[in-house]
């Protein structure tokens, strides 16, 4: 969009330059040239006219309403994927013991005593787990008031 605009824009300017018709040029080949800090003659802002000014109001609309189009284009898939992931994750919820409590054998383990150790590791391991699940429901079911007493509990322990 920005190129088509720019060489329309020069294709203006070199009419000011030779405007074909014996008139006297309004823009010089020297000033079309010349560099003007980064940029050349014909990318400064002295080079346009009136004429140009819708040309360049469309762009500017042009390119706002594009990009405006990508980021809510862009927001509505990651919306869609975030809301994906939810679901996966709310399906996983509910099976999340599964591997601890159904795979807990080892049939590469030879010694009665190595059963013994793994069964107990899992034991502690679903042990901890299902606590770990209780002292988040407790922490869930807290009022605002407990939660502010016992943050001000902490502050002072410090």
């Given at each position: 969009m920005c190129i088509f605009f720019l060489v329309n824009h020069m294709i203006n300017l070199w009419y000011r330059i030779d405007p074909g018709d014996g008139t006297a040029p309004t823009y010089s080949s020297?000033?079309?040239?010349k560099m003007s800090g980064f940029l050349p003659g014909f990318m400064t802002f002295s080079s346009f006219d009136e004429k140009e000014q819708y040309t360049y109001?469309?762009?500017v609309l042009l390119i706002a309403g594009t990009s405006f189009l990508d980021a809510l284009?862009?927001?509505i898939r990651e919306d869609s994927n975030s809301k994906e992931l939810g679901s996966i994750e709310q399906e996983q919820e509910a099976v999340k013991y599964a591997k601890q409590f159904l795979c807990c054998w080892d049939?590469?383990?030879a010694n009665d005593t190595d059963v013994?150790?793994?069964q107990c590791n899992i034991g502690a391991e679903m042990a901890a787990l299902l606590d770990f699940?209780?002292?988040?429901?407790?922490?869930?079911?807290?009022?605002?008031?407990?939660?502010?007493?016992?943050?001000?509990?902490r502050g002072e322990e410090r």
């Open positions: 020297a000033e079309f040239w109001l469309g762009l284009r862009k927001w049939h590469s383990l013994e150790d793994l699940e209780k002292e988040k429901d407790n922490t869930k079911a807290r009022s605002f008031k407990e939660n502010v007493l016992m943050n001000f509990r």
